[in-house]
């Protein structure tokens, strides 16, 4: 039987093609014949012997009847160490204007999950050098890390920070994939890694909001296989960035809609679930070597309660929240530590010092947000003494937890502090103990230690 296939119709990203005797998998790739540039990724069956594929290429190349062929099993892209300071594209191409690059191994980027008995658990901190972070939402190596927060409120700065700070201070090596964000940041995020010397140590993939749906949902597979060689093959500890995972949920319910699938709560598609365990359970550490994940999660209106939100959460060893009302009084990193969590507060992982310090913290804290709603309507003369000192002392822990970045000094004027975690707890344990209560809280705001005010 001759084996023959077309283009039935074209919506959007999502291609129907009727191809008669031979059966498909899903993510088998087809081309055109007169033009093998383009790339379609069977998706789901159709009546009859219909394909639903979305385009991994630029639609307006295509049109009905045009006549297709297999290209192959599934998406391939090249891996190795000559991605290390390239930025690159959904198929591995360089897209920074440096030259080809030369990578021998290709590998798919559907790769399975490593089976239960080769994965690890570590119980080591990660240390980042962030007193907000590392304080309060430590982070476990070879776990998951959330950041997240509305628009503008410093997602990408932070995580942008975290890489500097590791890449920099602990010489990791980092894989970055850029989904579904502006194209001014990715720009801006080369540049800073650039003038810090970082980018060396770091492979970058970006789909960007420019780029079509079925790209922004495909290239942070890329980038996940890239961090796989470098686990699993050149047996080398992983940190992996993404900025940021809603947007790749989002291009898989932009796709989910040209399907006419029927949609779940709030609209999302009825396999998100299932697409983010797919892309989160790839990020895992085995006997070989640690990918530590830190990821930027871009909330709907500020609404934590919203669906697409919610099928992130359960993978996070530690959710970091950015609260739009912190950016505003002007404290950076615009931490909501009473909304943030993290797992690893347990004694046994972070030490009983560390331990007992964010349990006092947490409940002075949470007093200062009673105080504050009473100073607010009544004003602070009518707090008795006790609570006055405790008032003041939950601010000046709040403006200790403020610090000067690297990646944004050249805007801000101020050299970035690196602060070591040991130093952070023994510092908040001075506050808490009332030994800077003589102190102004304003002498408090962008320090790094405590020693800068003695």
């Given at each position: 039987m001759v084996l023959t296939g077309h283009i039935a119709a074209i919506r959007g990203d999502v291609i129907e093609v009727v191809y008669k005797g031979k059966k498909f998998a899903r993510h088998d790739l087809l081309t055109l014949t007169d033009d093998k540039n383009v790339r379609l990724e069977v998706y789901s069956s159709a009546p009859g012997s219909g394909l639903m594929c979305i385009s991994l290429t630029d639609p307006n190349w295509l049109y009905r009847g045009a006549r297709v062929e297999p290209f192959g099993a599934s998406l391939e892209v090249p891996v190795g160490e000559a991605f290390l300071g390239r930025v690159v594209d959904l198929f591995g191409r360089p897209i920074d204007g440096k030259g080809n690059l030369t990578a021998n191994n290709k590998t798919s980027i559907y790769r399975k999950n490593p089976s239960y008995d080769q994965m690890v658990t570590s119980h080591a901190i990660q240390e980042t050098g962030i007193k907000a972070i590392d304080f309060f939402t430590p982070i476990r190596k070879g776990g998951k890390i959330g950041l997240f927060g509305g628009s503008g409120v410093g997602k990408t700065v932070l995580l942008s920070e975290m890489m500097h700070n590791i890449a920099f201070f602990h010489k990791g090596l980092s894989v970055f994939a850029g989904v579904g964000e502006r194209i001014r940041e990715g720009h801006e995020l080369y540049e800073t890694l650039r003038d810090t010397k970082v980018l060396p140590s770091v492979a970058m993939?970006?789909?960007?909001?420019?780029?079509?749906?079925?790209?922004?949902?495909?290239?942070?597979?890329?980038?996940?296989?890239?961090?796989?060689?470098?686990?699993?093959?050149?047996?080398?500890?992983?940190?992996?960035?993404?900025?940021?995972?809603?947007?790749?949920?989002?291009?898989?319910?932009?796709?989910?809609?040209?399907?006419?699938?029927?949609?779940?709560?709030?609209?999302?598609?009825?396999?998100?679930?299932?697409?983010?365990?797919?892309?989160?359970?790839?990020?895992?550490?085995?006997?070989?070597?640690?990918?530590?994940?830190?990821?930027?999660?871009?909330?709907?209106?500020?609404?934590?309660?919203?669906?697409?939100?919610?099928?992130?959460?359960?993978?996070?060893?530690?959710?970091?929240?950015?609260?739009?009302?912190?950016?505003?009084?002007?404290?950076?990193?615009?931490?909501?530590?009473?909304?943030?969590?993290?797992?690893?507060?347990?004694?046994?992982?972070?030490?009983?010092?560390?331990?007992?310090?964010?349990?006092?913290?947490?409940?002075?804290?949470?007093?200062?947000?009673?105080?504050?709603?009473?100073?607010?309507?009544?004003?602070?003369?009518?707090?008795?003494?006790?609570?006055?000192?405790?008032?003041?002392?939950?601010?000046?822990?709040?403006?200790?937890?403020?610090?000067?970045?690297?990646?944004?000094?050249?805007?801000?004027?101020?050299?970035?502090?690196?602060?070591?975690?040991?130093?952070?707890?023994?510092?908040?344990?001075?506050?808490?103990?009332?030994?800077?209560?003589?102190?102004?809280?304003?002498?408090?705001?962008?320090?790094?230690?405590?020693?800068?005010?003695?």
């Open positions: 993939v970006f789909g960007q909001m420019n780029e079509a749906a079925a790209v922004r949902f495909r290239v942070g597979f890329t980038a996940v296989t890239l961090a796989e060689y470098f686990r699993d093959v050149k047996k080398q500890d992983v940190l992996f960035f993404i900025d940021n995972v809603y947007r790749f949920a989002q291009a898989g319910n932009e796709l989910s809609t040209l399907l006419n699938t029927i949609p779940s709560e709030d609209g999302y598609q009825a396999t998100l679930a299932g697409e983010i365990g797919a892309f989160q359970e790839r990020l895992v550490s085995t006997k070989d070597a640690a990918i530590t994940s830190i990821q930027a999660i871009y909330v709907p209106a500020d609404d934590l309660s919203d669906a697409g939100v919610q099928a992130i959460v359960p993978y996070f060893d530690s959710v970091v929240t950015l609260s739009r009302s912190v950016y505003q009084e002007g404290r950076h990193p615009s931490v909501d530590v009473l909304t943030s969590s993290s797992s690893l507060i347990e004694p046994t992982i972070v030490g009983y010092e560390h331990y007992d310090a964010v349990l006092e913290a947490d409940k002075l804290l949470k007093r200062y947000s009673y105080l504050q709603r009473i100073v607010s309507i009544v004003g602070e003369a009518e707090l008795s003494v006790e609570d006055k000192i405790l008032y003041h002392r939950a601010i000046k822990l709040l403006n200790y937890m403020t610090q000067d970045l690297f990646v944004v000094s050249d805007q801000t004027g101020r050299v970035g502090k690196y602060v070591k975690r040991e130093k952070t707890i023994a510092d908040v344990r001075d506050i808490l103990a009332g030994r800077v209560d003589n102190v102004d809280e304003e002498r408090l705001l962008y320090i790094g230690d405590l020693t800068e005010i003695r």
